[in-house]
């Protein structure tokens, strides 16, 4: 089993930034792809950013030049750099990383308010 712990969360201003960080601990043989999905309130999740073990890296469009990822392949730890955050972005952000199967972090809340 992979745990997965977040932290990094909380509330900003518009056009603030906030970086999560993920810590993946546990039965860690061979992580391929971490990232991050959001929640909002009423909405579906969806793919915020993944990075894969070569450090490929993909991002939603609502994101792509704003919010940066990265991981740390010693650390088992995926970080998001978010810059310029929008009211828009506010949301629980989840820790997501597939080692054979997915795995979820608890989650932490991102409020982005004036």
């Known amino acids: 089993q992979v745990q997965l712990v977040e932290s990094g969360g909380g509330l900003v201003q518009p056009g603030g930034s906030l970086r999560l960080s993920c810590a993946a601990s546990?039965?860690?043989?061979?992580?391929?792809?971490m990232g991050w999905y959001r929640q909002a309130p009423g909405k579906q999740r969806e793919l915020v950013a993944l990075v894969a073990s070569g450090g490929s890296a993909n991002y939603a469009d609502s994101v792509r030049g704003r919010f940066t990822i990265s991981r740390d392949n010693a650390k088992n730890t995926v970080y998001l750099q978010m810059n310029s955050l929008k009211p828009e972005d506010t949301a629980v952000y989840y820790c997501?990383?597939?080692?054979?199967?997915?795995?979820w972090g608890q989650g932490t809340q991102v409020t982005v308010s004036s």
């Open positions: 546990g039965s860690i043989f061979s992580i391929t792809a």
């Open positions: 997501y990383v597939i080692q054979r199967k997915p795995y």
